[in-house]
């Protein structure tokens, strides 16, 4: 489940590239402040060592690409996304931060991914999977991308377990975001499908089990801010995925929260 194929085809690029100019600050606003929080917790999760090679797929204005950077300064770092506008503002945030031309940018779909196999050590997704209309077969081509041993992390939004936070968050969702979000973006239909998206989209274990049929192994799931976001980990496979007991790898998913 996802963002339907002929969504993902022209429609969600456009209209994430019509919010482009203002995504920064109606993601501040709209999480009250706790964006960046959990982008840093994405890269203490990655751990990334001296001169790796990480890709961060729907890179967006490349807020995760700077949290990289800022972790680890030797990296060797690249984005992609699909939308021009977005790219367009990622590019002018690098040079203002004065990192243009050390971070590569590149416009490309997240299920055909224009890299070789074994390419990262590293491979991010942040508020990017929801938006695939295969997002099964978006973690298969993130894998294929990893090195054996590499490290899948992802985050996404989803509802909380809590009963009473998630009717709180539901009303939050339907009322506040595409309120707010449409006066500060000046388009209240893209936060409707920002809210739709995060309604229908899988439960928690369901990506999990995703994650261990894409062939990555030692899979946990970490809930943060009361588990209206959660943050993946995977490795990929030291062994071909054909090959692996997907019980055995389903059975390695571990539940922290925070």
Known sequence: MGASPDRIGDEVPRMFSRIAARYDLTNRVLSGLRDRAWRRALVRAAAPRPGERVLDVGTGTGDLLLEFRYREPSLRLWGLDLSRGMLAVAQNK???????????????????????????????????????????????????????????????????????????????????????GGWLAGDRPAYEYLCRSIHEFPAPDQIAAWMAEAGLRRVSVQALTGGIVHLYRGERETYPSSSAPLAASSASCRRRRA
């Open 94 to 180: 690098l040079k203002r931060s004065g990192l243009r031309g050390s971070i590569a940018l590149v416009e490309g779909d997240a299920l055909r991914l224009p890299f070789p196999s074994s390419a990262f050590d590293v491979v991010a997704i942040a508020f990017g999977l929801r938006n695939l209309p295969h997002p099964l077969q978006g973690l298969r081509e993130m894998a294929r991308v990893l090195r054996p041993g590499g490290r899948l992390l992802v985050l996404e939004f989803s509802l909380p377990r809590s009963a009473w936070l998630r009717g709180l968050y539901g009303l939050y969702l339907k009322h506040w975001v595409p309120r707010v």
